[in-house]
């Protein structure tokens, strides 16, 4: 399915939300996007999949983010309707 | 804007998709998926015809409960005479779906068998129109004249 790079990516992403976003983002920013940028550790928020990696990639133009949904176990669903 | 149901019954858009700006357009036509949470779905295949580049990766949840790392990808789409930026999510299925991410904002109505479209209150005050029902027209509201409205 992905690329090794991909899954890296979302590796590193995960490890840092669940480290230091987490706690903080499901109290203030429950179901918002949030892209994070593993190198710098930056991440950015938006009410869209499409707000939260465009806030990134302007920030990083030349880097990858991987996005999440804040409190959410996948970041988009696709054919399923349970959270 | 206004898409069609299919004889399956499933609401159909058109949408014009392009990789950047100046780039030629692309008509694609994707289902609206409300089980989708995230704006639009491309199979891949497709993405590598439109010569869309990665922009990020996600984690989707498919409709077997598996969870999978996915790439997204930036281009730009024509929605409701606008152009805008859109993370694509690229997957193996067979059709492009558009989602909820897309929806916001806007209102959806799903009419299976009507031909024609219908033109609600909202679209007739935003074209500044008023309805003359003594001879069934449309005209243009006098700049000066004052709506007046029952509720």
């Known amino acids: ?83 | 804007m206004n898409g069609e149901v299919d004889n399956s019954g499933r609401a159909l858009v058109v949408l014009r998709v392009r990789p950047s700006v100046g780039a030629d357009a692309t008509q694609v036509t994707a289902w609206v998926d409300t089980a989708f949470t995230g704006e639009l779905v491309i199979p891949r295949g497709t993405i590598e015809r439109l010569g869309l580049r990665q922009s990020a990766a996600v984690m989707a949840g498919l409709a077997d409960g598996t969870r999978v790392v996915l790439e997204t990808y930036s281009c730009i789409v024509q929605w409701f005479g606008h152009e805008r930026i859109v993370e694509v999510v690229g997957n193996d299925g067979q059709f492009p779906l558009l989602g909820v991410g897309m929806l916001r904002d806007r209102r959806l109505e799903i009419e299976p068998g009507r031909p024609d479209a219908l033109i609600g209150a909202i679209v007739l005050e935003e074209l500044d129109l008023v309805v003359d029902c003594t001879t069934q027209t449309l005209r243009p509201r006098e700049a000066d004249s004052i709506l007046t409205e029952i509720e």
């Open chain 1, 1 to 83: 399915m992905a690329s090794k790079q991909s899954t890296e990516l979302a590796s590193r992403a995960i490890a840092i939300y669940e480290q230091k976003l987490r706690s903080r983002l499901e109290s203030t920013n429950p179901d918002d996007f949030v892209a994070i940028e593993p190198q710098s550790g930056d991440f950015f928020l938006g009410k869209t999949l499409s707000e939260a990696i465009q806030a990134a990639r302007t920030a990083h133009p030349a880097r990858l983010p991987f996005a999440l949904r804040v409190g959410h176990k996948s970041t988009v669903e696709i054919g399923v309707t349970t959270p």
